[in-house]
C-alpha cells in the first residue's frame, strides 16, 4: 500500500525537534559505525525527511559541514540507508538517486569504487523498485568512469570502516579490473536484475567461478 | 601504521593487484568489504552472493581463504550478537547460516577447526556452525572425518545438553542418508532414541 503523506512537504514541530539534535561533528567520517548515536540520528533525519518530503532540509542536511568535511561521510551516510531493508522504501530510493547525482557531479580526482559493493548489494534486494534506482545508479558509475585517472583519491581509503586494520584491510581494484566488473559484468545484464533479484547472484558467478587459478589471464 | 602510510601501502597494492586476473581480484575486492564492513546489511546479500554464485574449487578455496577472518571474527559473542542485532529485517537464523557456509566442502583443516571452536563456544552461530560440519564432513577425508567425529563426541560427553541436540540433529540426518558415513557409525552405535534419553 502506498504510503500517504498529509505534512505537505512541510517539516512539523517534531522534525524540526529533531534537527536540533544533529552532531556538529562526527566521532568517525564514515557512517559505517553502528553503535554511534550521533550517526543514527543522522540517518533517522534523513529518513524522517524523506518521508515528510522536504527536500530543502535534505539538502541543507547534505551541505551540513559534518558531512562535507571527509569525502567518505555524505556517500557512506547514503549507502548506510540505501542498503538496509529496515528503512522505508522511499528513503532507500531517496539515497541511491541523491547518490546518482554524486556521480553525476563528480570531480575526475574522486574515485568511488568503495561504494561498487553496495551497489551489488543493492541488485540483489527483494523490492524491485530499489533495484531499478540500485541499477540506475550503476549506470552512473558507470559513466564516471570515464573521469577517472590512475591518479584519482580512492573516497574511504583509510576511514571507509573502523574494523578495516584488524580484520586485513580492504583490498581495492586498479582502473581496469573496476571497468572490467562494472562495464563488462554487470551492466550488459543490468535489465535482468531489475526484473529478478537473484539475477545478480548467476551473473556475478559466471564471472567469479574463474578466480584463483594461477595463471589465468583476463576473461 | 600512520593512515598516509597506509595509503600509500594499499594503493601499490592495488595497482600491483592489476596484474593479476580480473575474476581474482574482484572476488578478493568484495570479500574484504564482507569482512571489514561490520554490516550485516551488507554482508548479507554479499554473503548470498558469494556462496551461492560459486562452483569451481580454485575459486571456493579463494573465497574461504578472503572471508576467514569474518569466520575467525564470530568467536567473539558480543561482536556477532551486535551484528545480529543491527538490522530486524535481516533473519538471524539464515545470515548465521550465510556466515558458516563461508567454510565449504574442500576447505582446510584449519577453517573446519574455526567451526568446532564455534560449536564449543555455545554461542550465536553454533547451531549454525554444527549444521555447516553436517554439510561438510561427507566429503571430508578420513583423518578429518575421525577428528571432527573425535571433537563432536568430546562436545557430547562435556558439553551443554543444548549443544548435544545441535550435534545429534545434524547428524542423525546424515547417518541415516548413508551407512558409510564414518560419523554416524561413530556417533550412533546405539539406536537414536537412546542418545536422546540422555539430554
Known sequence: MAEVEYTNGRTTDKDADLSSHLPSTLPSPSFFVYDSPDHTTVVDYFVRMTKVGDTNAIDDLLASPFLTESSVSLPSLLARVWISPSHPVHARLAALQQYITLMQNQVASQDFQGFIPHLIAVLADSNKDVRAAGANAILAYEASLSKLSSKSIVVGLDDMYTEDVALGGLKWLALPERKWLVESVITPKLEECRLDGKYIIHTLGQALDAAGKKGKKDQ | ?????????????????????????????????????????????????????????????????????????????????????????????????RLMEIVTPGSSSAQVNILLDLVSLHGPVSAAACQQLAVIFPTAGQSLQLHIAQSLVNQLESGPQVSAFWIICSFDRISRRSHQIRLGLYLFPQPFSSLCSRM
Not at chain 2, 594503493?11 to 574484504?32: D, G, H, I, Q, Y
Not at chain 2, 548479507?44 to 569466520?71: C, D, M, R, V, Y
Open chain 2, 1 to 97: 601504521m600512520q593512515p598516509a602510510r597506509r595509503a600509500r601501502k594499499t594503493s601499490k597494492l592495488s595497482l600491483r593487484s592489476a596484474n593479476n586476473s580480473n575474476p581474482t581480484s574482484v572476488m578478493v575486492f568484495l570479500s574484504s568489504h564482507v569482512v571489514c564492513s561490520g554490516s550485516s546489511a551488507l554482508q548479507f546479500p554479499l554473503l548470498q552472493i558469494l556462496n551461492e554464485s560459486i562452483g569451481a574449487p580454485a575459486a571456493l578455496k579463494l573465497k574461504s581463504q578472503s572471508l576467514t577472518p569474518l569466520l575467525e571474527r564470530c568467536r567473539d559473542g558480543d561482536y556477532i550478537r551486535a551484528l545480529l542485532k543491527q538490522d530486524p529485517q535481516i533473519d538471524t537464523a539464515e545470515f548465521t547460516k
